[in-house]
């Protein structure tokens, strides 16, 4: 059974930075293409970056060029560097198989999420 485990958020400044982590269980992590979502109060979960299982990388817009998607296979980790964050970054994240961006993994149960906030 595949268990995801989000870790790393908190409250920060706007133009600051945040590193959040997700171990992965249950699955062969290495193999695995992986993604970071994100959901603000009322809206709808959205994708935001992902990472092939060769190490290839891809964001959303709003994102580009201020978050970088990083894995470790031998800690089955995915991480999210957050850089020059704004009060529209404010979140939960999470991290599961990537539906979007040119994926279409079936998406795994969620994990708890770890929430973002970036105060202006």
């Known amino acids: 059974q595949v268990q995801l485990v989000e870790s790393g958020g908190g409250l920060v400044q706007a133009g600051g930075s945040l590193r959040l982590s997700c171990v992965v269980s249950g699955t062969t992590f290495r193999f695995m293409a992986m993604g970071w979502y994100r959901q603000a109060p009322g809206k709808q979960r959205e994708l935001v970056a992902t990472?092939?299982?060769?190490?290839?990388?891809d964001y959303a817009d709003s994102v580009k060029g201020r978050f970088i998607i990083s894995k470790d296979n031998a800690k089955s980790t995915v991480y999210l560097q957050m850089n020059s964050l704004k009060p529209e970054d404010t979140a939960v994240y999470y991290c599961?198989?990537?539906?979007?961006?040119?994926?279409?993994?079936?998406?795994?149960?969620w994990g708890q999420g770890t929430q973002v906030t970036v105060s202006s």
């Open positions: 599961n198989w990537p539906n979007g961006l040119g994926y279409s993994y079936r998406i795994a149960s």
């Open positions: 990472m092939s299982s060769g190490g290839s990388t």
